[in-house]
């Protein structure tokens, strides 16, 4: 009953102290008071794993679920004699509208078939291994057979998020169970965080813009007003290269910093105001043709967002030079000028083969009023008259 007490008093010691054990599947307990409790695992398809607890002073269960990955490697004890273990990690999952997401656990915990309470690190989902520890159980001891068991966690961990992915569960709001930089994970730790890094980089896992997932070394983030306003596919004719979609990572929701610290370290190209003017430069130059059969197909209120958008840039000198020697400037004529070869309509003309006017749509489309403001500061700043 001592036992019982201290150290089944909560959800949390029940539902991680049952994670890892594959032979006990439900435990029933009877206290001298007649109450009963039990704590039940059960095992579905999909890596599914369910945990029920049943307090004695509660009518109803509470139950948690994870997802557990498992596989039996083979390491070297410090005898040196090889052995045979099953290692395993253990995601938490929530459900909400009949959808099903991993969260973050704070803190994940490190077990040895039970939880090495004492042993911190600092990840936000659970391990187990067979580590040698301390005679207490209750962490990791500094040796050779550990770090070979931390390696192939490192690899189970990699492995899984392929699986987690096809699973529909590796979205953006995944990463902010992933170790980064600012987590302070402990040295013996670090090398998960690497691995996971590595995978990102190589294989299709990062979420992006348009659905599905790409290698983190191929692909782009940018603003949300220019990933909005710029699809992968009109990305891909701008830089060339041999681009191809998908192309842009999925926009951060306000206030996900976990998730932005975990893209940040996969060195993901940044495309901002400035190096898209860059590239949109070159691209006239190199494929005017291309570009400017694109630019055609666009509406006026889409030159307003580009218009706004660069407008961004406009306390650069040098990048405001640069915009002004851009074709860019829709007429009435749906030709392209640069800014100071163009004029603004009045009330009495929109369209003169004189004096070209820029079309009226692309600083007074929608009710922004403050998209179009910027976009007729920009038209001003690059020289467009009245």
Known sequence: NSYLSKNLNTESNLFHRSLFLSNIKKIEYLLHDGSFGSLERIESDGNQIKISVKHPENSKPVTAVFLRFEKKVDVKDEDGKQKSCRIAIAFSMEENDAQWSIKPLDPGQVSIYFPADKETSNLRFHLHAPFASTVARDSVRD??????????????????????????????????????????????????????????????????????????????????????????????????????????????????????????????????????????STALSDRHESVMKWLAQKEDEWYQQLYALLHTVQNCQDYKEKLKKLRIIRISDGTYKIGKECFFPNDEVECDDLIPRVVKGVYTSGTNKNQQENAKEFLEAVGVQE
């Not at 294989?203 to 603003?223: N, V």
């Open 143 to 280: 040796c050779s057979a550990n770090n070979e068991l931390r390696d192939h966690l490192a690899n189970l961990i990699a492995e899984s998020m392929a699986a987690i992915r096809d699973q529909g569960l590796l979205t953006v709001k995944f990463l902010a169970t992933l170790p980064n930089n600012k987590d302070t994970l402990p040295s013996f730790y670090k090398p998960i965080m690497d691995r996971l890094i590595k995978e990102f980089k190589d294989k299709k896992l990062t979420p992006m813009k348009q659905g599905g997932h790409a290698a983190a070394q191929k692909i782009y983030r940018g603003s949300t007003q220019m990933s909005n306003l710029i699809s992968d596919n009109e990305l891909a004719t701008i830089l060339g290269k041999d681009c191809s979609s998908p192309l842009w990572v999925a926009n951060l929701p306000e206030g996900s910093q976990r998730e932005k610290d975990f893209l940040s370290m996969l060195n993901i190209s940044d495309l901002t105001t400035e190096k898209f003017i860059d590239n949109l």
